[in-house]
């Protein structure tokens, strides 16, 4: 390299050095602002951040206070625990637990979601925990779509939480991830059973994954 290069480049890294600093410090600021118990809980910052940006626009929009905000993390396999119940009265992570997807969302790592009647896929996006009810898995609780075009035929496709016994960590061992639902996030027995009181009619939960067309088009992340 000529000297004249060597001095373009030298002139060039001063120059930048101090937006590369202040692109560092936000970064900081930013995990700074992640509640230690979110840390601790294992959920990835970023997912945390989107959760609580739709949140408080979902909240601000329906002028409807919620106490809790579940997330499961479709970035994820299914043989990782990645669903977190989150209270938001002291921000603290009430439990985290494994969680299904649909069928045909994918097998172990979670690719293809919809929004259409009868994909037996998972959706994205947000939902409120709406009436719990009893139906063919004993206990559950009806979801409404807040996502047009991701997740809104929610109600329609019978999209639910409820348990089931094939949300069971014993069979990551035995076929290498959980059982799939139709579409459902169907929790393992014990936790469902221990959260479903508190968070009928009184949550909303998030279901993420990296797609780049949700992530720009989501009304309540922009």
């Known amino acids: 390299m000529g000297v004249f290069k060597k001095i373009c480049v030298v002139v060039w890294m001063v120059l930048m050095l101090p937006f590369v600093k ?35 626009s979902i909240r601000d929009s329906l002028h409807q206070k919620f106490r809790y905000l579940a997330v499961v ?8 625990r990645r669903f977190y119940l989150i209270d938001l009265t002291d921000t ?9 997807h649909g069928k045909y969302t994918g097998e172990n790592f979670a690719t293809s979601f919809s929004n259409e009647i009868e994909s037996n896929k998972s959706s994205l996006g ?4 709406s009436e719990s009810y009893t139906g063919q898995h004993g206990l559950s609780i009806r979801m409404d779509g807040l996502d047009k075009g991701f997740n809104d035929n929610a109600r329609k496709r019978a999209i639910v939480m409820h348990t089931a016994d094939y949300a069971d960590e014993k ?15 169907a929790l393992p027995a014990y936790t469902f059973a221990s959260i479903a009181a508190e968070i009928t009619n009184n949550a909303l939960i998030f279901h993420y994954y990296p797609d780049v067309n949700y992530l720009n ?6």
Do not use: M
Not at 31 to 53: F, Q
Not at 92 to 100: A, E, I, L, N
């Open 22 to 56: 202040s692109e560092a410090s936000d970064n900081d600021k930013k995990d700074e602002n992640i509640p230690e118990a979110i840390i601790a809980a294992g959920i990835n910052p970023s997912v945390y951040n989107y959760a609580i940006k739709g949140f408080n």
């Open 73 to 80: 993390d479709f970035s994820k396999p299914s043989t990782e």
């Open 92 to 100: 603290s992570v009430v439990c985290t637990d494994y969680v299904c």
């Open 217 to 222: 088009n989501s009304v309540w992340l922009h």
């Open 171 to 185: 069979l990551c061992k035995t076929q290498g991830r959980l059982g799939r639902s139709l579409g459902c996030p």
């Open 126 to 129: 947000f939902f409120i925990l």
